[in-house]
């Protein structure tokens, strides 16, 4: 049952975000663009050059990057390994300034230029709960001395008034003890982590001068990382000091598109809703990737999928307007932040390719797909233990440029699962849906214990099977599409000249039936008006 307290949060938020537009959540696309990739650790100059040669072209919405803030370098004191640097160096800010183990200020203004031209919009992976762990000091990536232990920051600067203390945090050392307890989540230190005071004006107006910033080097948005960590009435107080986008890249007064880390799990007994803060912007909805993985991997019932949607029994979703949604990401392919088995990575590559176009093809909230690069796992005890090795870099710590291949997929540890044909196609079919007027209609169809299948009708058919369902024999399925011969964008494409497949090709008759038959190894089948051949 939810308590006082939580309603009273609610009621305050929608008060507070009376003055906020509604366009917090406008991914602020360009027409016929609905997907955002997360390349995650990748350098400005190669973010650009990926918006140059292929998100562009091949109809990306945009790119959310890591954290550009100056942050903590961590060095080990292992003779053995002198250049650890953990991914999550990155999530340790020292200070505003945009010089970040990803590039330099200018590198980064240059990025979002680029990106902008070729139609790719950036979203800012924005760390402003806290600041570095207690216990680091020294120069950060930029330069800037701090000293965690001290709650001193003078590149921002913020000093020991600007964090939360045991006026407001009930434990004795400062640290979240009881994820129960929403004054601990939201006034204490996650992980050692130095808590801004951010409900104070003080605060709020530095980091939305950091916020501004971006907004003038022509960003489009901001994921706000460990949102519920954060009252939602300060991040309201935050945005409402923001400036309108750019005006001659998005017209005039459009707000920045903004989505926050809440990790709000079904059955988890979570205190912390995300209902209190979709009042101000989207929410990062972990339930989709946890269910949809369960269901691929598994776990679960792939027929359970029709049902999965707002305001079905038992179904534990936001509204469609409200959610960002992703099968995996950054934290939870390691294991943490609504980490476990349920997550499908690209470790299945199969599986992972069939619940991408999944999420893609359906109809539910705004899709993000994940760009990762490979690491060796240590399981021991349950847990990886090499969870925090960062990008591929060379001995001085610095990261690798991203190469590209003959084959058009990235080489060494990058995995960039963006540019797996698979997943790239269905993007193209997202892109299409997008730009459909009228927009198709989803019509669902259960095919047996663990297949499914989805038609946009009239644009584009997709099923699915993790079992013998749609493998031992022949099913005869309604696609709504138009008679002619398909191409299976889960095998191949359509050849240069769009008069056969590279991979496998789909039939369907003049009712719109066909008959569906996945080969052995093959999870899944998608066809749409675009890879109809002539």
Request: charged share 20%; net charge negative.
């Amino acid at each position: 049952m939810l308590n006082l307290s939580f309603f009273l949060t609610v009621a305050f938020v929608i008060a507070s975000v009376s003055q906020l537009s509604t366009g917090y959540k406008n991914p602020q696309c360009h027409p016929g663009r609905q997907v955002i990739v997360h390349l995650f650790e990748w350098r400005w100059d190669d973010i650009a050059l990926e918006c140059k040669r292929f998100l562009g072209p091949r109809n990306y919405c945009g790119v959310q990057v890591s954290p550009p803030n100056e942050h903590r370098i961590f060095v080990s004191t292992d003779p053995s390994d002198p250049t650890f640097r953990p991914w999550w160096e990155r999530y340790q800010p020292v200070s505003h300034y945009l010089d970040s183990r990803s590039g330099s200020a200018a590198e980064f203004a240059a990025m979002v230029a680029t990106c902008n031209r070729h139609g790719v919009r950036i979203y800012v992976d924005a760390v402003v709960n806290h600041m570095a762990m207690v216990g680091g000091y020294g120069r950060g990536s930029g330069g800037s001395y701090y000293n965690a232990e001290r709650e001193d920051f003078p590149g921002v600067p913020f000093s020991p008034r600007n964090f939360n203390g045991r006026d407001v945090c009930p434990t004795d050392d400062l640290t979240i003890h009881d994820y129960r307890d929403a004054i601990q989540v939201r006034n204490c230190r996650l992980l050692g982590l130095v808590d801004l005071r951010t409900g104070t004006d003080y605060v709020q107006r530095y980091i939305a001068k950091y916020f501004n910033e971006l907004i003038s080097l022509g960003v489009a948005g901001f994921r706000i990382d460990a949102a519920k960590h954060m009252w939602p009435q300060d991040i309201a107080g935050i945005l409402n000091r923001t400036h309108n986008l750019i005006e001659s890249e998005f017209g005039p007064n459009q707000r920045p598109f903004v989505y926050q880390e809440v990790i709000d799990l079904k059955g988890n007994g979570e205190p912390i809703k995300n209902a209190e803060y979709t009042p101000i912007a989207r929410v990062t909805e972990f339930n989709y990737g946890r269910e949809v993985g369960r269901a691929f991997g598994g776990g679960g019932n792939l027929s359970s999928l029709i049902w999965f949607q707002p305001g079905q029994p038992d179904v534990y979703l936001v509204a469609s307007e409200d959610a960002l949604v992703f099968i995996d990401n950054h934290d939870n392919q390691r294991g943490h932040g609504g980490g476990s088995n349920d997550i499908l990575t690209f470790r299945r590559r199969k599986l992972y390719e069939a619940a991408t176009a999944f999420e893609l093809v359906d109809s539910y909230g705004w899709p993000r797909i994940m760009s990762s690069y490979y690491w060796e796992e240590r399981i021991e005890n349950g847990k990886d233990v090499n969870d925090w090795i960062g990008p591929p870099s060379g001995p001085d710590g610095n990261t690798d440029q991203v190469q590209i291949g003959t084959d058009d997929q990235c080489l060494g540890r990058w995995v960039c699962e963006h540019r797996w044909p698979a997943i790239r196609r269905a993007v193209q079919v997202r892109a299409a849906i997008e730009a459909a007027s009228p927009k198709p209609t989803t019509a669902r169809t259960e095919v047996g214990i663990n297949s499914i299948a989805i038609a946009r009708t009239g644009l584009a058919f997709y099923a699915a099977s993790t079992d013998n369902g749609l493998h031992s024999s022949s099913t005869v399925l309604q696609t709504g599409l138009p008679a002619g011969t398909y191409c299976d964008l889960m095998t191949g494409e359509v050849a240069s000249d769009r008069s056969r497949c590279t991979g496998q090709s789909v039939t369907v008759r003049a009712d719109g039936l066909t008959d569906i038959q996945l080969a052995d190894g093959q999870f899944a089948m998608l066809i749409y008006t675009g890879s109809k051949l002539a």
